[in-house]
């Protein structure tokens, strides 16, 4: 595997690549997971050319959010990428990202970054956007590929990059969970045992809110009854807990690809997951 800490060492990798082989990026924050190795994997079964990325971008975080605890072990990640072939490692410094220049993209808010995430995280979106198009105008992939867990996200990168005319497709992959249910995160980290233990119930709600949703009929009292079982669990705060379309539109009892999307909080520790309804 080649690991490149600059641009201008990536673009001579890159250019090394044979032309009719697909260029896959999956982008990351690091402190990878078994998710992160799922969306790897499948590139990797596709016999794609895979470049990995770790960068834990500063602009999508909030003044009061986690960006100084971050966990980080790119030992560890090195590591677990060599064992699956990964043919190219991408660790820039935030100089180098943010030196470089994007200004021939004209990037302008999408409607769905108001809505779930975004109304609680107004920092989120924009960041994202901003390293989303950093990333893809130097890697310029065929593919790239993000986990299902961050629903929202997806959709958003997808209808960002379409926008700018990236030719890049995007493909998203399913949740991988712990035995609990819990949704696999790298701020899973963050919960100390007796927290863990409340978070390992997230998943069977969900579950059971849908099944509520589906029997009763009525999406807004199935959400109003589980979001206080989320707070008599040991939640300590909703965000939202939410029924939308899977292309993020409002969601009624009819509509047909429905979803349930939750953020919660255990103490400072926020956790999201979405199931189909
Ligand atoms: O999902 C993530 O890890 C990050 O939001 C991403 C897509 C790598 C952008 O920083």
Do not use: W
């Not at 790897?40 to 990325?53: D, L, P, Q």
């Not at 899977?246 to 349930?260: M, Q």
């Amino acid at each position: 595997m080649k690991i490149c800490k600059n641009i201008r060492s990536l673009k001579i990798e890159l250019n090394k690549i044979q032309k009719n082989k697909c260029l896959s990026l999956i982008p990351t924050m690091g402190y990878l997971h078994l998710g992160h190795l799922s969306l790897i994997k499948k590139a990797k079964k596709r016999k794609e050319f895979t470049v990995v990325s770790i960068f834990i971008n500063p602009k999508q975080f909030g003044p009061k959010e986690d960006l100084d605890k971050y966990p980080v072990d790119i030992k560890n990640d090195i590591e677990k990428l060599k064992k699956l072939k990964v043919e190219l490692l991408f660790i820039p410094s935030r100089k180098e990202m943010f030196d470089y220049k994007t200004s021939a993209y004209k990037y302008k808010p999408l409607k769905i970054q108001n809505i779930l995430c975004g109304r609680y995280r107004p920092n989120y979106f924009p960041g994202v956007a901003d390293i989303i198009i950093r990333l893809f105008s130097i890697i310029n992939p065929d593919k790239s590929y993000f986990g299902e867990k961050d629903y929202q996200q997806y959709i958003f990168i997808k209808k960002l990059l379409k926008k700018l005319g990236f030719k890049s497709k995007v493909i998203s992959s399913k949740t991988i969970r712990e035995n609990s249910g819990l949704a696999m995160s790298s701020r899973n980290q963050y919960l100390s045992i007796e927290e863990m233990k409340i978070a390992n119930k997230l998943y069977k709600f969900l579950k059971l809110t849908k099944k509520d949703i589906n029997d009763k009929k009525n999406i807004s009292k199935s959400l109003i009854k589980y979001k206080n079982e989320l707070l008599n669990a040991g939640f300590t705060k909703i965000d939202y807990l939410e029924v939308r379309t899977d292309d993020l539109r409002k969601a009624n009892i009819n509509s047909t690809n429905k979803r349930l999307f939750a953020a919660v909080f255990i103490n400072k520790t926020r956790l999201i997951d979405n199931i189909k309804v």
